[in-house]
């Protein structure tokens, strides 16, 4: 495969997966058809491994929120070899609060995206992906367990405990 197609695959993954979030059916065939069997999504929050239970992870986050957009940055892309590519970009979320939800009607976050994609018999898949908070605008929703993050904090996690 000439490396500016496995180049501009890998960024698709990643677009794909972007406005999938705010505009897909996140059911098993969407993940399937991002993701390798063994890949791994790591937020500050929580994180999940495996294709098996994945929509549902994602489908559950959201839920948190009566709407969302994720706009991400062109990603950039080092291939690492034929089979092996890994990427970094720059995105911001928008989350909309449920009506009713005290405080800001927006919970906004600035996060560097980074990951990992493999050539799989089905074409690019993305293998890892993990998401560092940079800034936060907005809280966060409640979790039950968790205090409410201070405005322009990021979210309590285990690790920040």
Known sequence: MHPGQAT???RTLLDRYLIGL????????????LFTRDARVEFPMSGHKGLEG??????DALA???????????AVVNLVDEG???LRANLVSTH??????PGRPLF???????GEAELTDE?????ALTFRVLWTEGNPPVVEGNPPAAEGNPPVTEESR
Do not use: C, I, N
């Open 64 to 74: 948190a929120f009566a709407a969302t957009q994720h706009l991400g940055s062109p």
């Open 108 to 114: 906004t976050v600035g996060t560097l995206a980074t």
């Open 22 to 33: 705010d505009d897909d059916e996140l059911d098993d065939a969407w993940a399937a058809r």
């Open 96 to 101: 909309v609060h449920h009506p009713g939800t």
């Open 54 to 59: 994945l929509a549902a992870y994602h489908r």
């Open 84 to 86: 092996r590519a890994v």
């Open 123 to 127: 074409g690019w898949k993305l293998s």
């Open 8 to 10: 501009a695959d890998t």
